[in-house]
């Protein structure tokens, strides 16, 4: 079926460091998300993109927090500079449309780790 | 404000034999959708079945089926007939009707083991 990739798997940075997470979504989608999880916690709504915008976001995407899909490339999460805290597993997914028919297709997730 | 309860951490049953999971949720929205997704060994998320609040017939899709008690906001998932395969992690979501806000609501996930 259609893929998300995600890359890399696993990313190792310093604290203060930016980071950026890469995510090829299914090619005809046109929603993007981003998802956080922390270890042995719910998976949890980071934001929502669409035509070039964010179109939602919850209050745990912070103010260091960007994403953007240049050109229909990847679409990225930069986080810009890291804190401890952001150390997690973060998902991308994409879906071709939202309501009814909405279903949601994710990548295997990065694993982030700040030190 | 939404939430997702997924009370069971792991299940583990015999091949061949069925699995239930439960899986409360609470919205103050009317209208709501909700899924459930598994997470494999390798760590893909797989979209499994939904159900539309609207809809009063349970949903079935393959050898899962969901068990929508609407009054007692409860969805549980129904594996029957296990194989080796089904063993992952299983998820429950939740989304209300027009809040994208929130994107979708996850519960903690139950383990399934699958033992021949």
């Known amino acids: 079926g259609p893929k998300v990739l995600q890359i890399p798997s696993h990313q190792i940075i310093d604290m203060g460091q930016m980071v950026t997470l890469n995510c090829d979504p299914v090619?005809?989608?046109?929603?993007f998300y981003w998802y956080k999880q922390i270890l042995g916690q719910q998976m949890e709504f980071l934001v929502n993109?669409?035509?070039?915008?964010?179109?939602?976001k919850s209050k745990l995407f912070k103010d260091q927090f960007s994403v953007e899909r240049p050109d229909g490339s990847y679409f990225t999460l930069k986080i810009q500079p890291t804190a401890l805290e952001d150390s997690a597993v973060y998902f991308c997914?994409?879906?071709?449309?939202?309501?009814?028919?909405?279903?949601?297709?994710f990548g295997h997730g990065t694993k982030l780790s700040v030190l | 404000a939404q939430k997702v309860t997924q009370t069971q951490t792991s299940i583990s049953v015999m091949e061949k034999t069925t699995v239930t999971m439960d899986c409360v949720y609470e919205t103050q929205d009317s209208s709501y959708f909700l899924f459930w997704y598994k997470q494999t060994a390798s760590g893909e998320i797989v979209f499994l079945i939904r159900?539309?609040?609207?809809?009063?017939e349970n949903a079935t899709v393959g050898h899962y089926s969901l068990n929508f008690q609407k009054p007692k906001s409860s969805i549980g998932l129904i594996i029957t007939a296990t194989q080796i395969e089904d063993s992952a992690v299983y998820f429950c979501a939740m989304r209300e009707g027009n809040n994208y806000a929130q994107g979708l609501t996850f519960g903690l996930g139950t383990r399934v083991s699958v033992f021949p």
């Open positions: 159900q539309d609040s609207y809809k009063k």
């Open positions: 090619s005809n989608h046109l929603y």
């Open positions: 997914a994409s879906s071709l449309n939202r309501g009814p028919n909405e279903r949601l297709f």
């Open positions: 993109f669409y035509n070039g915008k964010v179109m939602e």
